[in-house]
């Protein structure tokens, strides 16, 4: 049975001292929550990430990088390896989130070395695809979704992609206050589902997690997760206050 998700992608937000609050916060409120098959994820800025793993260890929830590079170690200045993140037992690590294809320029070759990279080391990527707003006024989503899980994901043994997590993100939704609808959210995810069974089979599409993210809340994650093949959400600015992300996570 596929696990359900909530992760939280701080992005870079907070200084550690609101960093260490807002952890503590969720994990104390996280102590009085069970659902069953189902796992948080906090993804903090990296320089938290010791800070967060010490909460974890007695903790509900699990801890992911927002990024690494793909290299174990070299000459990368201001770079984090897969192996420093190995080292803290990070779990997950979100790659190919839009504002990385945006603002740095990441081409699909470079995520897919970057899954790669992750895999060795046994962290699990939390792989982002979505289209941009001209993609879907145009009705090419579907394709270009389809185009970033082949170029970056599906040169993958079947047990190497058994450990990745795919987030549905639109990007017209991200940081907008503007969610894909139940219906946009259920057709994408389905897609994606069919995508992978066509390629791994019905038991691996089955038992991959597809998490929604883009101006997800705790207004409207719980029927945005009732849709058929959600599993979860990637939350941004909604994670950023543990009230009402615990909301979120009740709504799994
Ligand atoms: C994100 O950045 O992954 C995200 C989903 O952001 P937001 O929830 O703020 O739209």
Redesign the pocket.
């Known amino acids: 049975m596929r696990k359900r998700i909530v992760a939280g992608?701080w992005?870079m937000n907070k200084v550690f001292s609101e960093a260490e609050t807002l952890i503590t916060e969720i994990a104390d409120a996280l102590d009085n929550v069970e659902i069953e098959n189902a796992e948080v994820i906090l993804c903090p800025p990296a320089l938290y990430l010791e800070m967060a793993m010490d909460v974890a260890f007695e903790s509900n929830f699990t801890v992911g990088a927002q990024n690494v590079y793909p290299e174990d170690s070299g000459a990368y200045t201001g770079e984090i390896s897969p192996l420093m993140l190995k080292e803290l037992n990070v779990d997950y690590c979100?790659v190919g989130?839009?504002?990385r294809r945006k603002y740095f320029g990441e081409s699909h070759e470079f995520l897919l070395r970057k899954v790669d990279a992750l895999l060795k080391h046994d962290i699990s990527p939390i792989f982002?695809c979505g289209e941009l707003l001209p993609e879907r006024e145009a009705g090419e989503h579907f394709s270009v979704v389809k185009r970033q899980l082949e170029e970056s994901l599906f040169h993958l043994a079947p047990d190497e992609f058994s450990k990745v997590v795919i987030?549905y993100?639109p990007v017209w939704?991200?940081?907008?206050g503007v969610?894909a609808s139940n219906e946009q959210a259920r057709e994408m995810h389905a897609h994606i589902r069919k995508l992978v069974k066509g390629k791994y089979g019905l038991e691996t599409a089955e038992n991959l997690s597809i998490l929604y993210?883009?101006?997800?809340?705790a207004k409207n994650a719980a029927e945005l997760f009732a849709q058929p093949d959600v599993d979860g959400?990637?939350?941004?600015?909604?994670?950023l206050k543990a009230e009402e992300f615990i909301k979120i996570v009740l709504s799994l």
Do not use: P, Q, Y
Request: charged letters at 10%; hydrophobic letters at 25%.
């Open positions: 992608n992005k979100i989130h839009s504002e982002c987030a993100e939704a991200i940081g907008t969610n993210g883009g101006s997800c809340n959400g990637l939350i941004g600015g909604a994670s």
